[in-house]
């Protein structure tokens, strides 16, 4: 068995392709998830997670992450923390405690400057205009538009260790306050080094009606292959919704087990994955939903 990495949406792809470096250099899944979501954080490009979120309605960046360690389950998660640079890192560190691990708001951002974390205003130019061209656009009666991209990252290393975590700025136009699945442990994200690890994106008001990172992993720990998990996960939510004539909002997963196996679903039309693993170069995939089951294929166009 080797070492495999897997990260939501191609903005994954760098920091999969770093952390894959890592991990075959003998590094921990931990250290390579954190890694591999803080160059996504970093980024000033991506509307998404970390600087250059998109803001909430009154315009502040508020941020979401989670982390969990397969081998002691521990967790740690922040939510609507405003101006630290890599939420990721804080949810890690909230990972060691054994209560007070899950911290939101004021209290989140008072843990993060007593640990020394960084402090940077989150909300760049682009940002801003993207939020003042829709205050023009709808006055005050905003609604959240719909994209809710969370990069998550699972990870194995050699030494048969899982670690997953996840981060985004959440619904573009959100209340404030507003959490979605990415800092909740069992719909967001979900490890154990004995099975695999999973992480979920999408809308997380819906992904938190069924908690499909822990199926996902429960699915797997009952016998049935990553790709398996993974479909069965996603498509039982939505039949839920279906059976009670209710539209769903976008899910999508991606998971690997214990053995280096990996899978991916998703109801939407088009989703897309960064991996690698031992023989494995960092590539993209993208997903499509055919005959109810996900399949996908690698893009041309790699680093």
């Known amino acids: 068995m080797g070492w495999m990495i897997i990260g939501t949406w191609r903005m994954a792809l760098e920091g999969i392709a770093k952390s894959a470096e890592m991990l075959e250099n003998g590094g921990s899944a931990g250290d390579c998830v954190e890694n591999a979501i803080k160059m ?83 909300l760049t130019e682009s940002a801003a205009m993207r939020y003042r061209n829709k205050l023009n656009e709808t006055g005050r009666d905003l609604i959240p538009y719909e994209g809710h991209d969370t990069v998550g990252v699972v990870a194995l290393d050699k030494n048969h260790s899982v670690a997953c975590g996840t981060s985004t700025s959440g619904l573009f136009m959100k209340r404030r306050g507003r959490l979605g699945d990415s800092p909740v442990c069992g719909p967001g994200f979900y490890a154990d080094s004995r099975v695999g690890g999973c992480v979920a994106t999408g809308l997380g008001e819906d992904i938190m009606k069924g908690c499909v990172s822990y199926e996902a992993v429960r699915l797997m720990e009952e016998g049935h292959s990553p790709q398996d998990a993974a479909d069965i996960a996603v498509s039982k939510l939505c039949g839920r919704f279906a059976e009670r004539h209710r539209e769903i909002g976008d899910v999508s997963v991606v998971c690997l087990n214990n053995r280096g196996e990996f899978g991916a679903a998703t109801n939407i039309g088009e989703f897309s994955f960064a991996a690698a693993a031992e023989g494995l170069p960092p590539a993209v995939y993208v997903c499509s939903v055919r005959d109810g089951r996900t399949v996908y294929e690698a893009e041309a166009r790699n680093i």
Do not use: W
């Open 40 to 122: 996504v954080e970093d980024c000033p490009y991506y509307e998404s997670v970390g600087c250059g979120g998109l803001p909430n309605e009154n315009g502040e960046v508020e941020l979401d992450a989670g982390y969990m360690d397969g081998d002691s389950l521990s967790f740690g998660a922040v939510g609507g923390i405003r101006d630290f640079k890599n939420p990721v890192s804080i949810a890690r560190r909230l990972s060691q405690e054994k209560v007070n691990c899950f911290l939101t708001g004021s209290g989140a951002e008072e843990f993060a400057h007593r640990s020394g974390f960084e402090r940077k205003n989150m």
